[in-house]
């Protein structure tokens, strides 16, 4: 990781919490880690991102349904599912001091200079890069110089602790040995009813999927809907994660945006590819650079057993590249699986061609807290603008695309007096009756009230002044290209719905 990406994370982060986007959990007790909220401009941009895709996938179309399930189920459904099982990271624990890791996350580097050993660390990092990058980083400046010198020619020896062979993986905190690893569980437990014993456990869903396909013959009785079909669901999900980090974008509860979509299997590869290019537009649609998303297919080697392919929509965010929503081809695994467990029957029967099968399901698995990272981070720019007297000033604006923006219009008087006040709220009222979200502020020079905006990526600012009083026209600044132009008070409604499609 380069340090300005660091250096961009921390300003993002500064920026959010100052704004009020995203707030530490609890933080007056001291927070607790892998847990976020979202303040008051977080949860506009977060609800925009979720309703933009709910319009996209549900209400936009004919073959789609939503679904709004529980988050415990029977914990029958997570044994169906594998997850009992099989939902498990590696830990390590550092038998010095202690501390807790993801085994697949931590790195012993060694880097040699011919017979020298000029370095012996254990990193926590995503990858392998990132663990190369961090380990020139803990060497000490004599030491980095001469990495950096010698580039690739050094010796480095690097294994992650998963896959340690006889090799003693280190503590990224305090260099002691680790232990083997082992598997942890990533469930939540809880224990529903009054008895806190086996019988009463129960687990929050670590991901909204399974409430679908629990509801899959529901659905179909129902609903008129035929397949090939959808069942769309947006809700929390929950995992123990060992190491939460990067801010929120592994965190241990968080919000998934699910699809499964059930077609014929011959029809599957279709329907796959057909998803997993949709998937992708949509972040491109509201304003992420394509060439900082990536659509990676994965190795066969990479695919869990029942899947017959998956891809994952990247994003390079300053910490490095990383996904925001896998598209898979499930199979029948899920359904079949569900069938076994509760002896209830998920076959189909086509009334048109008589056939009688269980339906492939292509599933769309995006993660709402790392959309609403990545749009976070592709919005933030520092960029130069003139202040009140025409000095050019470093501004910082987030360029958030206009229909997510968290506020999508400011309205200022000029002035606290002449009738400015009475116009500028009549607009703003105006402007909330349309459901557009407004924010009404007299507060200091107008240039100021400009920037307060732009950090929240406000689109449009419209300000009242004298031409008002005498021709009932405002002006209109828009946020990027600062470009103003006069419009009539009573068109500014209108002006903006136009502009936030
Ligand atoms: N039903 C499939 C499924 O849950 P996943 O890849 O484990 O697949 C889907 O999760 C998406 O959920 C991920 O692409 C990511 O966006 C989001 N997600 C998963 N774990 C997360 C975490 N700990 N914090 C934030 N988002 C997470």
């Known amino acids: 990781m380069a340090d300005n990406s660091n250096e961009l994370m921390d300003k993002l982060v500064a920026l959010c919490k100052r704004r009020g986007f995203i707030f530490q959990s609890s933080e007056i007790y001291g927070g607790i880690n892998g847990f976020w909220d979202y303040g008051p401009l977080g949860v506009e941009l977060k609800r925009n991102i979720k309703d933009h895709w709910w319009n996209t996938v549900v209400r936009q179309r004919d073959d789609m349904v939503g679904v709004d399930c529980s988050i415990i189920m029977n914990p029958r459904v997570w044994e169906a599912s594998g997850h ?40 926590d990092a995503d990858n392998a890069d990132q663990a190369k990058a961090a380990a020139t980083e803990k060497a000490n400046s004599k030491t980095r110089r001469r990495l950096e010198e010698k580039g690739d020619s050094l010796a480095w020896n690097m294994f992650r602790a998963d896959q340690a062979q006889g090799q003693t993986s280190r503590c990224p905190n305090c260099g002691q040995e680790l232990t083997d690893a082992r598997k942890f569980n990533m469930m939540f437990k809880t224990f529903v009813g009054a008895m806190e014993d086996s019988s009463a456990v129960a687990y929050l869903r670590p991901e909204t999927a399974q409430g679908i396909f629990a509801n899959y013959k529901n659905v179909l009785d129902t609903s008129r809907i035929k397949v090939p079909f959808g069942i769309a669901q947006v809700g929390k999900s929950f995992r123990n994660e060992i190491n939460p980090r990067n801010y929120t974008f592994r965190s241990r509860e968080f919000e998934q945006m699910e699809i499964e979509f059930f077609c014929h299997p011959k029809e599957a590869d279709k329907w796959y590819e057909y998803w997993r290019d949709a998937r992708y537009k949509w972040y491109v649609d509201l304003g992420l650079k394509s060439s900082k998303l990536h659509l990676r297919n994965h190795e066969k080697e990479e695919l869990a057993h029942y899947a017959r392919a998956c891809a994952d929509v990247e994003y390079e965010f300053p910490f490095g590249t990383s996904e925001l929503e896998g598209i898979a081809n499930r ?77 999508k219009v400011a309205v200022f008087p000029l002035v606290k007096k002449e009738g400015m006040p009475e116009i500028a709220q009549k607009i703003h009222q105006a402007c909330k009756q349309a459901n557009l979200v407004s924010f009404y502020d007299e507060k200091g020079a107008v240039g100021r009230r400009y920037r307060r905006q732009d950090e929240a990526g406000t689109p449009f600012c419209v300000t009242v002044d ?8 405002v002006t209109v600044r828009e946020r990027d290209s600062l470009k103003q132009e006069r419009i009539p008070a009573d068109k500014v409604v209108q002006y903006v719905q136009e502009r936030i499609r």
């Open 84 to 123: 009992v099982t099989n939902f498990n990271d590696p830990l390590v624990d550092c038998k010095g001091c202690k501390a807790r890791y993801r085994a697949d996350k931590v790195f012993t580097v060694e880097v040699k200079d011919g017979e020298n050993m000029l370095l012996l660390a254990g990193v």
């Open 331 to 407: 199979t029948d695994f899920d359904l079949t699986q569900h069938q076994k467990f509760s002896g209830r029957d998920m076959t189909y029967f086509d009334d048109e061609t008589k056939e009688k099968f269980i339906p492939y399901v292509i599933e769309p698995s995006g993660g709402c807290d790392r959309a609403t990272l990545a749009f976070l981070c592709e919005a933030y720019t520092e960029d130069q603008a003139p202040d009140e007297k025409g000095v050019m000033q470093t501004r910082v604006v987030m360029k958030f695309h206009p229909a997510l923006a968290p506020i």
């Open 466 to 473: 004298g031409q008002t009083l005498a021709d009932q026209s």
